[in-house]
């Protein structure tokens, strides 16, 4: 019989989170405290053995020897006048500066040797020099400190190195000072000499190129190609507009442009105009008289005649006003200069649009090649600029480096007549105070590195303990749910009661199963077992249980009491199986006897009872016990056996929960053979007995078959249960 299982997954991970590193500290106190407690007295012994020891410290406001007053240090000046602070340290505590002090105080303290190597490393060693600053920003104080076991001499010894410390920064100064100014008075020559130069190249270039500033030149010319291009556009926008109104003027007046500037000199001449109204006057007698007479007669003659003669004249006048350009006889010259009102105006408006247009065209041309002679120009603007541009910089450079090395030549004098200044000292050097040694620092210190020590060796015997610790180490390691948590019994647990706990190694602590389960804490927790139990047997039918651990004495034949009891006391009718036939153990806890039992009717031929005759007084009334029995020759077969299916199938049928109590699921085969004849089993694992090899064995085996979960036996840690119990008690 197998229930249906869940997919687990057997490689639990562990949690290297901060809980579980205080759960080891808690479980291996003692180690941590013995470390402790070690530690603090070494440390205690080590402070009584010490020598007093005395600081005294002084400040020191070290500026440079040497800063520009606009803008700090001079470009120009020595590469050494900016202070490196850091190597203004290493300077301060160099070799020769100390010796120097050491010798000012060798009558007073002969152990200050100069000439001695190691008194020079020592002296160096018990001087301390210290930027001041804060977090972000540092200062130009140095805090100087001197400790020595007497507080005199080291209020002298800072005396002593005041002095050579002012001393070194004066005659550093000078010699500073000294060195900027011959660096400056060899660099204005040349730098003169620059500056004529690039100003001699700068004017030959203008003379060359007939300019004075390219750059201004340049946008003036772009400025008239600007203008130029716009006049182009409007020029051409009203050269289109005229000859769009010249073909409408010529389609209208029908004559060639040549036609129309005759046609408007002739009737603009008086004279002309006189002659054609002559020969108007003339034509109109002639059509006059041809009513009358016939064409050839007397009377048509003279007006004939008459006519011919005007036309003469109208030639000769129109020969006067255009030259060669007149039209021929004077027949033609009729229509030409004959027009009316309308077409006057419409010739005259041609001929002034036709001048105007040309007039136009004209310009647009002048536009074009000045556009063309602007754009030429500005082809060399990109040559003659950049050459601009190298010559100016230069001279712009070679003056302002003229103009700051004479002030720093001006400068450099006036510190040089002035004689300098010296290292400020902000804090004066005290009589040395007490610095050590301090008992409670070291104690304290000593304390700290006993609590390490001690967590590394509770974290190392941890390493090497692979016991479970936890309730949680358990269903991580296993994997698989986590029924119940079963609570350590100790001294004090049950007032009045002997301590117990829950291991079959104990059984002389033990008091009677029934006293037993009244304990609060232990009845909740088998009760919340079975309840949870009832929840898989909602989805897989758990008519039987097999109760089993990884070893023996993790408290799996107490447990099965437990549970019954707690599904008992819920109306179930329950059986409880001793199946431990090798080492028996219900019929002790129960005071049972056990002459007949599992083995006998294993063995037995005789039908299979509907149910067993509960045998205890003690017990309720729906709880039946069958013991083991004798012990039998070979136990595995007996479970392994056919009748023992039968009589688990028959019990299931009578009773509503049989547990069974089986043995130890390694070392042997019993667990393995039972559990397969069961609907689930349940696996007891004992906090800090169990370990996780044989617990991971145990599990690869069992799930195999139909395990459900794990039961925690023997959990220390108070449960919400047992803290809700003890706070109304």
């Not at 002559?278 to 004939?304: D, G, H, S, W, Y």
């Not at 651990?549 to 329950?574: D, F």
């Not at 199938?649 to 089986?662: K, M, N, P, S, W």
Request: proline fraction near 5%; glycine fraction near 6%; aromatic fraction near 4%.
């Amino acid at each position: 019989m197998t229930a249906a299982q869940p997919k687990l997954n057997l490689s639990a991970a562990t949690d290297p989170g901060y809980g579980q590193l205080f759960a080891i500290l808690k479980r291996h106190y003692l180690w941590v405290l013995a470390a402790g407690t070690v530690s603090v007295a070494i440390a205690f012994a080590y402070t009584l053995k010490q020598e007093s020891t005395y600081i005294s410290g002084m400040q020191f406001l070290v500026e440079p020897n040497y800063q520009g007053k606009n803008s700090g240090a001079d470009p120009f000046t020595d590469a050494t006048v900016e202070v490196d602070y850091a190597t203004q340290i290493s300077l301060m505590q160099s070799s020769n500066l100390l010796k120097k002090a050491m010798t000012l105080l060798q009558t007073e303290y002969p152990e200050l040797d100069p000439d001695n190597p190691g008194s020079v490393g020592g002296f160096r060693g018990a001087l301390t020099i210290v930027q001041v600053g804060t977090k972000k920003v540092d200062t130009k104080i140095f805090s100087i400190t001197y400790t020595s076991n007497d507080p005199i001499k080291t209020q002298k010894v800072l005396q002593a190195v005041q002095k050579v410390y002012q001393d070194y920064n004066l005659q550093q100064q000078q010699d500073r000072l000294t060195r900027g100014l011959a660096f400056v008075d060899k660099q204005l020559p040349q730098v003169e000499g620059k500056v004529k130069d690039a100003e001699a190249a700068l004017e030959q270039f203008r003379r060359d190129q007939s300019l004075i500033e390219p750059s201004a030149e340049a946008a003036a010319q772009t400025e008239m190609l600007n203008r130029l291009q716009a006049d182009k556009q409007a020029t051409l926008v009203q050269i289109r507009e005229l000859q769009t109104r010249y073909g409408d003027l010529q389609q209208k007046v029908n004559l060639s442009p040549q036609q129309a500037v005759l046609t408007a000199r002739l009737n603009q001449s008086g004279r002309y105009q006189a002659v054609l109204n002559e020969i108007q006057k003339t034509e109109l007698a002639i059509q006059q008289q041809r009513v009358r007479f016939k064409e050839n007669t007397l009377n048509m003659q003279p007006l004939l005649d008459q006519r011919q003669r005007q036309l003469k004249q109208l030639q000769l006048e129109a020969s006067r006003l255009l030259g060669s350009s007149s039209p021929g006889s004077g027949e033609s010259l009729l229509s030409t200069g004959q027009l009316g009102g309308f077409d006057q105006t419409l010739i005259g408006q041609f001929v002034e649009t036709q001048g105007s247009l040309s007039t136009a065209q004209a310009r647009y041309l002048s536009l074009l090649s000045s556009e063309q002679k602007v754009r030429a120009e500005l082809q060399r603007f990109p040559q003659l600029l950049a050459q601009y541009e190298r010559l100016k910089p230069d001279i712009e450079l070679n003056r302002d480096t003229l103009k700051q090395l004479l002030k720093a030549q001006q400068d450099l004098g006036l510190e040089i007549a002035r004689g300098g200044f010296a290292w400020q000292v902000v804090e004066q050097a005290q009589i040395g105070a007490k610095t050590g040694p301090n008992l409670q620092k070291n104690l304290m210190l000593g304390l700290v590195v006993g609590i390490l020590l001690g967590g590394v060796a509770a974290v190392s015997r941890e390493v090497l303990d692979d016991s479970v610790h936890s309730s949680d180490e358990l269903k991580q390691q296993t994997a698989v749910p986590l029924l119940g948590t079963i609570p350590e019994l100790s001294l004090g647990a049950m007032s009045g009661k002997p301590s117990l706990r829950l291991s079959g190694q104990t059984q002389a602590l033990l008091p009677p199963i029934t006293q037993l389960t009244k304990w609060r804490p232990f009845r909740e927790s088998l009760d919340l077992l079975y309840q949870n139990l009832q929840l898989i047997n909602a989805t897989a039918e758990l008519h039987s249980i097999v109760v089993t651990s990884t070893l023996a004495g993790e408290g799996k034949s107490t447990l099965s009491v437990g549970l019954a009891i707690s599904a008992a006391r819920l109306h179930q009718r329950v059986l409880l199986i001793d199946a431990d036939l090798r080492r028996p153990n219900l019929h002790k806890l129960l005071n049972l006897p056990n002459e007949q039992g599992l083995s006998t009717l294993l063995v037995s031929q005789s039908p299979i009872p509907q149910q067993i005759e509960t045998q205890d007084a003690n017990l309720r009334g729906n709880i039946s016990v069958l013991t083991a029995g004798p012990t039998p020759a070979d136990p595995a077969k007996l479970l392994s056996s056919q009748r023992m299916k039968e009589i688990i199938a028959t019990f299931e049928q009578t009773y509503d929960l049989v547990i069974v109590d089986a043995p130890p699921a390694l070392g042997m085969v019993d667990a393995v053979l039972t559990a397969s004849c069961c609907s689930g089993v349940l696996l007891v694992g004992r906090i800090n007995q169990v370990t996780r090899p044989k617990l991971t064995q145990s599990i690869e085996m069992l799930n195999q078959l139909n395990l459900i979960g794990v039961v925690a036996n023997g959990v220390s840690s108070p449960t919400v249960r047992e803290t809700y119990y003890s706070a109304q008690d």
